[in-house]
């Protein structure tokens, strides 16, 4: 263990960031829920931490004002956002009315978005970060936000604790899961946007329209048997046609494997270690040599044409496909178009069908550690405002602009006009703050039910995993293990056909010996014997 304990750059003391459920309790917000607007599809709730995500099948004619009074006090700040697509200019007429409606001077300075991961080191490294900055969760490991938390961002628990956020309603109904996120060691640092309790890697995606038309509906898959015969009657390799392209991400977790970790009589076990991991494998291993994946799926070329031109049938996926855009994208190559999901079932179509939960949300926007307490207090009522409800007066306002000039209502839907395109379309205060997540795709009713429905039908299959939102800072070699490149190299490999299961135990064999032990004993004497599950 020498030579781990110096990679964390002290002899003797773990440094893991991570949140305990005891010490947590006390630093988290209390949540209130907004009564601001009724949903058409209210939410279904699995706990306090799982629940489906309302939906609206219209924009609300009424826009409720949840911010009377003018937040800011004249401060002058700085943003700065990732942002990928064209930056608007400065000063724009947007950037204008938004100041004027927060009530400060906010600069907000988008940066390229490709090249965020290098662009935030190098301001933390030189301690000139903004006065406010969005830091996706994805790249947590790179900008080690577990030493920035304290150190160069600001510890917002004083004002946000408890009752002490009731003093910002929209902030105050954002879920208790979204805060997690944002903490580290017990202490609250970040600020959710667009949180949602419907966290899920991803679905299995088909074709309704085509499959229907055959007879077959999503409640005839119970089982991975069930799924193979489909794959054997739904390819015709003649006709240019394949049941499947890669589900491999989307689809292992109904065998019953985790998201990495499992707890069994009180130990640590790595989804590598478990009989179930090869077995959903060897199912996927199988789909590939059977000849029912496309052979662009095989050879690993990403493309959303082959699933709306029916060249596939099933597709796995993240969840935000299921939208406006790809039902206008869908439907321009075959009017028919309609997108469905199978269920989340067990793979022995005997088991209770479950799946692992993700983080409740991916970005988190962050304040600076220099600020004054006055300050601080000025951009939580900022970010008030940003997160204000679906339909809201104030989300309109920072969604679509300046009615007249940013967007007007045509058919009850705010739509952008020209300026809205050139100023509002890119996100940017989005990014520091935003609205629970909801379901709403104006024009496209059947989009809306569709993925409310299946989120309704599944939402009692999500289960926290272990080290659910712990946030663990952990050393370099550590990370390195985890990410265990070798193995998933081999695995990709394995279900498209080109390695067998037999390489991929290899390949974990080699990975146990020469790092996976010692990864789970840091896991197990740093995070789970101090701080629990998560769970």
């Known amino acids: 263990m020498t030579p781990l304990l110096s990679a964390c750059g002290d002899g003797g003391k773990q440094q893991t960031g991570a949140n305990s459920t005891s010490g947590l309790k006390k630093a988290l ?21 799982a629940a489906t995500d309302p939906a609206f099948l219209r924009y609300p004619s009424e826009h409720p004002v949840t911010v009377p009074d003018v937040p800011g006090k004249g401060g002058k700040y700085t943003a700065v956002t990732p942002l990928w697509g ?71 628990t004083p004002y946000l604790s408890g009752d002490k956020i009731k003093k910002y309603p929209n902030l105050a109904a954002l879920p208790t899961g979204a805060w997690k996120v944002g903490a580290w060691g017990n202490k609250l640092y970040g600020i959710p946007c667009q949180p949602t309790r419907f966290a899920i890697a991803g679905t299995t995606f088909y074709r309704r329209d085509i499959l229907e038309a055959k007879g077959i509906t999503a409640d005839d898959v119970k089982s991975a048997d069930d799924l193979m015969n489909l794959g054997k009657e739904l390819t015709d390799a003649k006709r240019g046609v394949w049941a499947f392209d890669q589900v491999w991400t989307y689809l292992f977790p109904f065998w019953g494997v985790p998201d990495t970790w499992k707890i069994v009589d009180g130990k640590l076990v790595h989804k590598y270690e478990m009989p179930e991991f090869l077995e959903a494998l060897e199912w996927h291993h199988k789909l590939a040599k059977n000849g029912y994946m496309h052979p662009d799926a095989l050879a690993n070329t990403p493309s959303d044409t082959r699933f709306y031109s029916g060249k596939v049938l099933i597709v796995g996926g993240g969840t935000g ?62 970010a008030d405002y940003l997160a204000a409800p679906y339909g809201s007066r104030e989300y309109t306002m920072v969604n679509y602009g300046v009615e007249g000039v940013h967007h007007t209502m045509k058919d009850g839907v705010p739509t952008a006009t020209e300026a809205g395109k050139k100023y509002v379309q890119p996100p940017t205060y989005t990014f520091l703050a935003h609205a629970p997540s909801v379901i709403s795709n104006q024009g496209a009713d059947v989009v809306t039910k569709d993925y409310a429905a299946f989120q309704a039908a599944n939402v009692k299959a999500l289960y926290k995993p272990v080290f659910w939102s712990m946030n663990i800072s952990m050393p370099q070699s550590i990370s390195t293990a985890l990410a265990a490149q070798s193995v998933d190299d081999t695995v990709q490999d394995c279900t498209r056909g080109k390695k067998k299961v037999s390489d991929v135990q290899a390949a974990i064999d080699s990975w146990k010996s020469s790092s996976g032990e010692r990864l789970k004993r840091w896991m197990t004497e740093n995070v789970l014997d101090k701080y629990g599950s998560g769970q």
């Open 29 to 49: 917000p209390a949540y209130v829920p907004s009564t601001s607007l009724k949903p058409d599809i209210p939410s279904v709730s699995n706990g306090p931490d």
């Open 86 to 156: 064209t930056v608007p200019p400065t000063g724009n007429s947007f950037y204008q009315a938004m100041n004027k409606a927060l009530g400060v001077d906010l600069t907000i300075k988008p940066a390229d978005g490709n090249n965020y991961a290098t662009i935030v080191p190098t301001m933390t490294a030189a301690k000139r970060l903004p006065d406010w900055i969005q830091l996706p969760t994805w790249w947590n490991a790179n900008f080690n936000i577990g030493q920035l938390a304290g150190s160069q961002l600001a510890d917002l």
């Open 321 to 382: 496909a299921w939208n406006l855009t790809d039902h206008q994208s869908g439907t321009a190559a075959d009017k028919n178009y309609r997108r469905g999901s199978f269920n989340i079932f067990a793979a022995d179509g005997k088991s209770k069908p479950s799946t692992f939960m993700g983080g409740s949300t991916s970005i988190v926007s962050y304040l600076n550690a220099k600020l004054k307490p006055s300050q601080i207090e000025e951009l939580l009522a900022v």
